[in-house]
């Protein structure tokens, strides 16, 4: 079993619609969460991070945490085809930037 | 703010030969980087921490002498890949942060393919 799973996808959504992306893992010593959204051969770009459980917006995205339920999502409201990318979540026991554990990633199409 | 710049962007090279990536941080100092390796279709997997001054901190299962990693500077880090063979080819990623407990923001990623 993987420490990070996350459906690959591809998942396909309309424009404006309200996307969900979601990560489980095992490892309950995972203290920060990152998501990050990467572009076909670009290097993936920070979008969320998150300390311990509870929500977090930045506007069009809200990220959340169950620590309990070990599951961690992030919304984007309004979709729009430039938001089409692979999205990956990464997480770590010790700090933000060291030890990370990624998801492989899901897929996100949104048409216009 | 938190640029990180990588070079080059892809490269083809002869299995044999080295090959060196640059990665340097463009608007931060960067005490540490990190470099990550991506197939394709899978999650990043973390090949080595490069410290500014000292030796890099390799992950179990990456080969210390193929995968060099040279911190010279606050600004700058390179991996070379030596004596680089078809299964080295891959998507390599720098990462660098702009303090302790920051989190990562990585270059845009190397496209190596050896031949």
């Known amino acids: 079993q993987k420490e990070v799973e996350q459906d690959p996808g591809p998942l396909s959504v309309p424009e404006g619609a309200i996307v969900s992306l979601n990560c489980t893992y095992s490892n309950s010593a995972f203290q920060y969460f990152m998501w990050y959204r990467q572009y076909s051969r670009k290097g993936p770009e920070l979008l969320m991070y998150t300390y311990s459980s509870g929500n977090k917006e930045d506007g069009r995205f809200t990220a959340q945490v169950d620590k309990s339920s070990k599951y961690i999502s992030l919304f984007i409201r309004d979709s729009q085809p430039s938001d089409s990318a692979t999205y990956l979540c990464?997480?770590?026991?010790?700090?933000?930037?060291?030890?990370?554990?990624f998801g492989a990633g899901t897929i996100l199409r949104v048409k216009s | 703010g938190a640029v990180v710049s990588q070079h080059p962007s892809r490269v083809i090279c002869k299995s044999g030969t080295s090959v060196k990536i640059e990665c340097r941080s463009l608007d931060f100092q960067a005490t540490t980087m990190f470099w990550y390796r991506q197939f394709p279709k899978q999650s990043l997997m973390l090949m080595a921490t490069?410290?500014?001054?000292?030796?890099?901190?390799?992950e179990q299962g990456v080969e210390k002498d193929k995968f060099l990693i040279n911190h010279a500077s606050l600004t700058l880090s390179t991996l070379t890949v030596t004596s680089a063979h078809p299964e080295d080819s891959s998507f390599y990623i720098c990462s660098g942060r702009t303090a302790y407990n920051s989190p990562l923001h990585f270059g845009n990623g190397t496209r190596l393919t050896v031949t």
């Open positions: 990464a997480m770590s026991p010790m700090e933000y930037g060291n030890k990370l554990v």
């Open positions: 490069s410290n500014e001054g000292s030796k890099a901190t390799y």
